[in-house]
């Protein structure tokens, strides 16, 4: 998902954006929605939450850590 669109929704949660970057955002609006702050961990191997908004960034954020552990 493209950083604006991140900060929309954030926006909409009534989340803070500013100085975050886009792991920061992402489980900031988590946190606001009362949910685990889990994006870009290593619970993607364990996680069940299909219908998560932002499932497809974190699976590559977390496969690309894997592949490039300077990432």
């Given amino acids: 998902m493209h950083i604006n669109e991140i900060r929309r ?3 909409e949660k009534g989340v803070n954006t500013f100085g975050m970057n886009k792991v920061d955002i992402i ?3 988590q946190r606001s929605e ?3 702050d889990c994006f870009g961990t290593e619970r993607v191997e364990h996680c069940d939450e299909l219908g998560c908004l932002w ?3 974190c699976i590559s954020l977390t496969n690309k850590h894997r592949s490039d552990p300077m990432a």
């Fill in 55 to 57: 499932r497809v960034d």
């Fill in 27 to 29: 489980r900031s609006v």
């Fill in 9 to 11: 929704v954030a926006k």
């Fill in 34 to 36: 009362h949910t685990f």
